[in-house]
């Protein structure tokens, strides 16, 4: 361990609660690790023992419902205590009694409901809500006010929920939440209740339910019994459905700063045992799930600030998975408890490969949110994009090779890097043949912005893995049906995909975006990007960052209308920064040709023109695959991986290597 990094595994205590070091393995929706009576499944249990085993000092297990009758739940989606509390105290026994082998707390985070921003509305109910607000995924839809008595019901819900979870041996609870928007925080923001009972009305009475939760706990659980409240201090809402960036002057709907400092003292005063505190709301949605457009450390400002006001520990989550930036805040009193989520999910073993100052062999989160937040939505299971074992700890666990073969792995991008590198952890002979003179494909262009240093952590990653491992690698090999290298039992065929180009005939010079992300050729701006897909608008972001003018011209009705982050929160932050950086967009619109002074673009009907200094093809990439029917005319046992197979992300480029090669 670096020494600077040991305050980080120094003891620290929520309540009567003793951690043996400061990282928290922050809530995640559980999704897919419980079964139709909402009891954890094996899946569920193997995914935080997996983490406990990484030395983690706290596990908050993710949100479990604390009820099912004001707000209806479907089967099977997250766990639930109350539901079947017998099957549930059985398998949820099993999961504490396994962590705290490892010396790890756990906590089981519980939730007072969703509200105006539940994900599911089960068919012929309404989304609730503490007043008729507007529903946060389809605004003309009206939420139900739920009565005083649903309220209540609510109330003596987490305080059974707890009960059971202490019962299981959890180590304390979290609420589910002061925070992001969800139902708690509705009764908390006044522009969200206009009620007039004993829950509406004056900041007291607005937050009397989350009051009256830790009451409830307390009284059922005992007063040593821990309790952490998930919390926001500001909310960044500019209107329902409409969020704020950092660095932008708006007026807050939401909760501001000084009420969040305000209420967080009343939640101390009521007896919650630590704040777990960030900022953001649905509305802002990525200032929760912070993608990588986010700075590193992006809530520390805010928590530096709430623990002046609080004497409990606070907890601080938020793209901290830089170890250094993690240990000065702690040092410097700007948090007590460093929190990860997404990066444990890359890397269940991060906080003991810390620990023995193995740094380099992290595997990075790259925040991209396709397999966690993405797949979580739009899918209901959690995952993660490098790491496709993630929530599938046993099932895709990888095992010696029966029969070793001598593999080869066609192209040494991201697909070919790890299929490689499952094939030597198995005890396979892989070599790798690659084109160009280093590893990493596409992921070199598509990390080129200052904002992706992760995906070029990933690059370095996988270099120290085929390294470590010895595998060969073959540069310069731009192989051929003629020059296919022989004597292999197998071949992966990772050959990755090329840009799409097309004329646009003679005037300013054309580039496609790998071109300009790379630095291969001399341009000037203006700059018109032609295609609003994902690496069309990060390519511009990156240009107008640098003070550049852009354009960005694309054909369907709105930029990154297809084949655009699965993740909402990616998706909204990258169309709020391109209009707040004032990147002129022309959707509904086809790039024609070029002149001398710029692009004639066509729309309905008309042409237009739009100067340019340079104009950038972002157009899509078309799979090379020439080589897998080569081979599978040779009648070699051949695979086709990644963009190879069909264009896609990293996400689906790895997925594809490690299916491949954990089964060969």
């Known amino acids: 361990m670096k020494q600077d990094l040991q305050i980080l595994f120094t003891p620290a205590q929520i309540g009567a609660c003793m951690l043996k070091n400061r990282f928290v393995m922050a809530p995640m929706g559980p999704a897919g690790l419980a079964d139709a009576q909402g009891a954890f499944t094996q899946t569920g249990i193997d995914f935080y023992v997996e983490r406990a085993k990484g030395g983690v000092g706290l596990i908050i297990a993710g949100m479990c419902y604390s009820e099912n009758t004001v707000e209806r739940h479907g089967p099977g989606t997250m766990p639930c205590p109350t539901l079947n509390p017998v099957l549930f105290k059985r398998t949820a026994k099993q999961l504490t009694e396994r962590v705290h082998v490892y010396d790890a707390k756990i906590f089981l985070q519980i939730s007072a409901g969703f509200g105006r921003v539940t994900n599911r509305i089960p068919p012929g109910d309404l989304p609730i809500g503490p007043s008729p607000i507007p529903y946060r995924w389809d605004p003309a839809i009206t939420c139900r006010a739920i009565s005083t008595e649903e309220v209540q019901e609510i109330v ?20 589910h939440a002061m925070h992001e928007g969800y139902l708690l925080d509705q009764f908390a923001m006044e ?3 206009w009620r007039t009972d004993q829950y509406g009305g004056s900041l007291e009475n607005r937050i009397r339910m989350a009051v009256e939760i830790v009451q409830e706990i307390k009284a059922a659980c005992g007063s040593q019994f821990p309790v952490v409240m998930r919390y926001s201090t500001k909310s960044f809402m500019k209107d329902f ?10 007026r807050e709907m939401g909760r501001d700063m000084a009420e969040g400092l305000q209420i967080a003292g009343l939640l101390e005063q009521a007896g919650y045992d630590a704040l777990d505190a960030d900022v953001g709301c649905y509305d802002s949605w990525y200032w929760n799930h912070p993608p990588m457009y986010f700075e590193k450390g992006m809530y520390l400002t805010y928590n530096e600030e709430l623990k002046r006001h609080v004497s409990i520990p606070v907890l601080t989550a938020g793209r901290m998975d830089d170890p250094e930036q993690a240990a000065a805040a702690v040092a410097e009193g700007r948090t007590d408890l460093v929190s990860m989520a997404r990066p444990l999910l890359a890397d269940p073993a991060l906080i003991r490969k810390l620990y023995r100052g ?30 496709p074992a993630a929530a ?19 192209g040494g991008g991201v697909a070919g890097c790890e299929a490689a590198r499952v094939l030597a952890l198995r005890g396979h002979r892989p070599e790798i043949f690659e084109r160009t003179q280093r590893l990493g494909g596409n992921l070199h262009p598509a990390s080129a912005p200052d904002f992706k240093e992760d995906e070029r952590k990933l690059i370095a990653w996988y270099e120290k893995q085929i390294s470590d491992r010895k595998v060969p690698v073959h540069f310069g090999t731009d192989l051929t049906a003629e020059t296919l290298p022989q004597g292999f039992d197998a071949y992966l065929v990772a050959t990755g995909s090329r840009p799409v180009t097309f004329p646009l005939g003679d005037g300013v010079p054309v580039f496609t975006a790998a071109q300009i992300l790379q630095n291969e050729v001399t341009s000037q701006g203006p700059y018109v990007v032609v295609g609003g897909g994902l690496v069309g608008c990060e390519t511009a972001l990156m240009l107008a960052l640098r003070g550049e003018q852009v354009s960005i011209v694309e054909g369907l009705p709105a930029i990154l209308g297809q084949n655009g982050p699965l993740c909402y929160a990616n998706t909204q932050m990258l169309q709020d920064l391109i209009a707040f950086h004032h990147i002129s967009v022309h959707t509904g619109s086809l790039a024609d040709h070029v002149d001398g002074q710029g692009l004639v673009i066509a729309s309905g009907g008309e042409k237009h023109h739009i100067p340019a200094g340079t104009v950038i093809l972002s157009v899509g990439y078309r799979s090379e695959s020439a080589l897998y029917g080569a081979l599978q005319a040779a009648g070699e046992e051949t695979y086709l991986l990644g963009d190879a197979r069909r264009v896609s992300n990293i996400m689906y480029a790895i997925w594809d290597a490690y299916e491949v090669a954990r089964s060969l």
Not at 379 to 387: E, W
Not at 394 to 410: F, G, H, Q, S
Request: proline share 5%; aromatic share 4%.
């Open 358 to 387: 193995r740094r380099e062999d992290v595997r990075p989160c790259i925040s991209c949110q396709e397999g966690c937040m993405g797949r979580l939505k739009k899918y209901l299971h959690i995952s993660c994009a490098v790491n």
């Open 191 to 193: 522009c969200c209740n």
């Open 392 to 410: 599938r700890e046993r099932e895709m666990a990888l095992t010696p090779a029966v029969t070793p073969k001598r593999v080869a792995v066609l």
């Open 156 to 175: 003596r819900a987490m305080g059974r929920a707890a009960a059971i979870a202490k019962e299981c041996g959890f180590d304390g609870v979290e609420i």
């Open 241 to 250: 459905g409409r969020g704020a960036l950092p660095g932008e002057d708006f």
